[in-house]
């Protein structure tokens, strides 16, 4: 978290109606600033609620009662992300240049409906959240679309992700007894040269 996204955040629990921030328990002097900082930017102290950490089942059951998750930019939701996108939940996330600041937007675009969750500058990212939040139709239907393509997206097709993990190492194989040099080279899903049931 930075004073940018913070500000964003602010902005948007500013300009939604009955909204609220939903984040992890931070230590109580962490909670007490940030609370302080919301409130010196217009945001009532009750629009920032704090939870304890959870248990698997019972942090995707919650996740539902959320209307729309707000990634952090500087380092993305991995796991989390997964797990809210699994729920339904709708994301608002915008890539940057490292790893760890892309990873939301991958999953994202895995689930076939990254373009309406992925924004390129704060300024989008700020417009996307207050739009979705007030559009309760257009959430709606994203958070429909979402639950719908759970069971077909490659993001949670783990047959489809073990088989070409499978053929990756079926390759590498291939490529080290062959005397080459370690070398880039892509999964392709119709790969007969290098299959995954060998």
């Known amino acids: 978290m ?12 500013k300009r939604v109606p009955n909204s609220a921030l939903w984040l992890l328990r931070f230590p109580a002097a962490g909670e007490m600033r940030l609370r302080a900082y919301a409130v010196a930017q217009g945001v009532h102290p009750d629009q920032i609620i704090f ?15 959320a ?39 991958s999953l994202c675009l895995a689930t076939g409906l990254g373009d309406e969750m992925i924004v390129s500058s704060m300024k989008e990212y700020e417009e996307k959240a207050v739009s ?3 559009n309760r139709a257009k959430l709606q239907s994203l958070t429909n679309r979402l639950k719908a393509v759970r069971l077909t997206c490659p993001l949670f097709d783990t047959e489809r992700w073990v088989r070409n993990l499978e053929r990756a190492y ?4 291939n490529i080290h007894c062959s ?5 880039h080279f892509k999964v392709a899903k119709n790969d ?3 299959p995954y049931d060998r």
């Open 2 to 13: 930075d004073p940018e996204i913070c500000n964003t955040w602010c902005n948007i629990l």
């Open 51 to 65: 939870t304890d950490v959870a248990m698997k089942q019972e942090h995707i059951r919650r996740s539902v009662l």
């Open 67 to 105: 209307d729309l998750f707000l990634d952090t930019p500087l380092c993305n939701a991995h796991t989390t992300g997964t797990d809210i996108l699994w729920a339904g939940l709708p994301m608002v996330t915008m890539p940057l240049e490292k790893m760890a600041t892309r990873v939301a937007g």
């Open 132 to 134: 979705l939040a007030i």
């Open 170 to 173: 079926f390759k590498m194989w």
């Open 179 to 183: 005397g080459q040099q370690p070398h």
């Open 192 to 194: 007969f040269d290098f």
